[in-house]
């Protein structure tokens, strides 16, 4: 991975840590078992950096503080609101192509129609070329969401770890945590989360998770103000 000094670098090297601390769980299991579906393949990367940015955040006064809080916002941004772009970007091409080819200058006019669509007036300077820039709509199809989904529903899980954390059953996240993931190439993952208590078809889990990134609006706003 490429690295510089930020804490963007950080939370990335944790991302894929994550990835690699998922693996490890599912090592010792036959291939067939090993495959994750692709909305489950981000959970542990987002459970790592979020680990790693709210430490950072516990001890970061004033100014640091605004950056451990401006770091996780852009980063939220992007997971949030661009992937939505993508999304809609995605889904208007195979709609599309089912039609015929498109040409470069189609993909541009469906890229600037998504973003116009997601950000509505909030950005100055549309990227047209954002289907030649990210290598995720190549491979996978529609290998955008898993990252949406995978915040908020690590964001979900990391709330649970930090009750669990408070109550002194940290072990005892730890073991269920690990299950998931030696699991997620053999159960779905409505029957995963349910495991933990979460229900995915419950819209208050997911405005739960959303809460968390509001929060950090509000603190970086509380902070940014004074
Ligand atoms: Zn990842």
């Known amino acids: ?100 080819d498109l040409n470069p200058s189609d993909l541009n006019d469906l890229m600037l129609w998504a973003q116009r669509e997601t950000y509505g007036d909030a950005l100055g300077t549309l990227h047209p070329y954002m289907w030649a820039v990210k290598p995720h709509y190549y491979g996978r199809s529609f290998y955008n969401y898993p990252y949406t989904f995978g915040l908020l529903f690590g964001l979900g899980l990391y709330a649970q770890y930090e009750q669990a954390r408070a109550a002194g059953q940290e072990a005892d996240f730890q073991a269920r945590y690990d299950a998931l993931l030696a699991a997620t190439g053999q159960a779905t993952p409505l029957e995963l989360a349910a495991r933990f208590g979460i229900d ?27």
């Open 1 to 100: 991975m490429n690295h510089d000094p930020s804490l963007d670098s950080v939370s990335t090297l944790a991302h894929e840590l994550g990835h690699a601390y998922h693996n490890r769980q599912l090592g010792d299991l036959p291939p067939l078992q090993r495959e994750t579906p692709m909305t489950l393949a981000e959970t542990a990367s987002i459970f790592c950096e979020t680990i790693i940015q709210n430490a950072a955040l516990q001890t970061a006064q004033g100014q640091e503080r605004l950056y451990v809080l401006e770091t996780q916002l852009m980063g939220h941004a992007q997971v949030i609101v661009d992937i939505h772009s993508r999304f809609l970007f995605e889904q208007a091409v195979f709609e599309r192509r089912a039609g015929g």
């Open 200 to 226: 995915l078809h419950a819209p208050a889990f997911w405005e739960g998770s959303l809460n968390v990134i509001r929060r950090q609006i509000e603190a970086y706003e509380g902070v940014s103000g004074q």
